[in-house]
């Protein structure tokens, strides 16, 4: 079955400073892959998604991500973090095998300072 | 209408109680999830209804039963459930399953088991 691995379960960062937030895919073939984020006591809002039309994904709130097929990695990135940032960050798959459905990683906590 | 309700947003119940969760969606989605998310954790799959036909995680225990009345609501019904069955109950929708289309989610129900 397919799945990611989400490097480091907090990270912290400065107002206005790069946010990086790294995951990893294991798969033979390139897979669907989502970046999600979680507010606390909220549901899950889809923030990208690479479907292999472009390496290079823009999603909402001015976050985007790359997919490496070399790297297997398909890192979260946004220029310049806002406190409005602050929340959980799952990184997901989508398993064609199986229950086909989407297996996520176990997620990072983005923790933005002033 | 591209939102995915449901309700209640929170429930508290006894361990004898019998009580049903309720999600629906209108944007002619032909697949629909349950997952479960304990604190601090992924959220992790229930059940899938694919163009109404379940598919289930085979780890979940009967005290869950999936109801699936037509192709915009899906129900999850609870009987006699443990204390460590506590948790953030997610349900989600997308175009088909297994697909590269993502899934929109709904804000969720917290239930407490007591």
């Known amino acids: 079955a397919q799945s990611v691995t989400q490097l480091g379960s907090h990270v912290s960062v400065s107002e206005g400073a790069l946010v990086l937030l790294r995951c990893n895919y294991s798969?033979?073939?390139?897979?669907?892959l989502f970046w999600y984020v979680q507010y606390p006591n909220q549901g899950l809002q889809l923030l990208l998604k690479?479907?292999?039309?472009?390496?290079l994904v823009k999603g909402i709130n001015g976050f985007e991500a790359e997919f490496k097929k070399s790297e297997t990695s398909f890192h979260l990135t946004k220029p310049s973090a806002h406190m409005s940032d602050a929340a959980e960050y799952f990184c997901?798959?989508?398993?064609?095998?199986?229950?086909?459905?989407?297996?996520f990683g176990s997620g990072t906590r983005l923790q933005v300072q002033p | 209408d591209t939102e995915v309700t449901q309700t209640p947003k929170h429930l508290v119940m006894g361990m004898t109680n019998k009580k049903s969760l309720k999600c629906e969606q209108h944007m002619g989605h032909r697949a629909m999830y349950w997952y479960k998310q304990k604190a601090k954790k992924p959220p992790e799959l229930m059940f899938v209804?694919?163009?109404?036909?379940?598919?289930i995680n085979e780890s979940v225990p009967s005290r869950f039963s999936p109801e699936c009345p037509n192709s915009s609501l899906l129900n999850l019904h609870l009987h006699a459930l443990q204390p460590e069955d506590s948790a953030l109950y997610l349900c989600?929708?997308?175009?088909?399953?297994?697909?590269?289309?993502?899934?929109?989610f709904g804000s969720g129900t917290r239930l407490t088991v007591v």
């Open positions: 989600a929708s997308s175009p088909g399953q297994g697909d590269k289309y993502g899934y929109t």
């Open positions: 690479y479907t292999s039309a472009a390496t």
């Open positions: 209804y694919s163009y109404e036909k379940l598919s």
């Open positions: 798969s033979s073939v390139p897979p669907y």
């Open positions: 997901a798959v989508s398993d064609n095998t199986g229950r086909r459905a989407l297996t």
